[in-house]
């Protein structure tokens, strides 16, 4: 590169480029091979300064998986930073991703810094918003169950209670069924004493009878 003019020799090979600032460039027979990787003249220039292009990160929900991407643009290729993070947030420098997923509610002031070796860096103040968990469903009201009572078993039935005769022996109760083998001389006994008590009756009519005849 000169400020004024290049003059070459006559059969000068040239690996790279002539520059001139102000004159202009002399060649005879002249070969030139540029460098691989340098841009043609008039190009802009090889590095340019880092700037942040992803704006304000979006807000993010306490309890819920976040990512935001950072981006920057520059030559060489700028390197990105995050500071502030916390709360279950992380921030991944190979990828420019913040990702996590926040543990608490509230406000997180961010500084991000893209720099890359052309003065100035880039530095953006943020704030990133964490918004509080969203309410889970109302619990069901409890069922008050009542224990289920079982019915009482129903009472068996009575057997029929044998009453003792005048002679002793078993007789069945009212309407009950007949005392199978049972003793019968009891009801004998009975019998008879009506018919005596009957019979004397009948006898006392009688003589009543003669005495008055």
């Known amino acids: ?59 993010a929900t306490a309890g819920t998986p976040y990512t935001f991407t950072v981006t920057a643009t520059g030559t060489p290729t700028p390197t990105i930073t995050v500071t502030g993070l916390s709360d279950g947030l992380t921030f991944d420098g190979a990828t420019g991703v913040i990702s996590g997923t926040p543990t608490a509610s509230g406000d997180q002031d ?21 918004r509080p968990a969203a309410p889970g469903p109302s619990p069901s009201p409890s069922v008050s169950v009542t224990p289920t009572m079982s019915p009482s078993p129903s009472p068996s039935a009575s057997l029929p209670v044998l009453l003792p005769s005048p002679s002793g022996s078993a007789r069945p109760p009212v309407g009950g069924l007949a005392v199978t083998g049972a003793d019968a001389t009891g009801a004998t006994l009975l019998i008879a004493g009506g018919l005596l008590a009957a019979g004397a009756i009948a006898l006392i009519a009688v003589r009543r009878r003669a005495r008055r005849g």
């Open 1 to 59: 590169m000169a400020e004024q003019s290049i003059t070459a020799v006559t059969g000068a090979t040239v690996d790279g480029r002539l520059l001139a600032q102000n004159g202009g460039v002399t060649l005879d027979t002249n070969t030139i091979t540029a460098s691989t990787g340098c841009p043609p003249a008039g190009s802009p220039s090889d590095t340019t300064a880092p700037a942040i292009t992803s704006g304000t990160p979006d807000a």
């Open 110 to 130: 961010l500084v991000i810094i893209a720099s890359n070796g052309t003065s100035p860096d880039a530095t953006q103040n943020v704030t990133l918003t964490i």
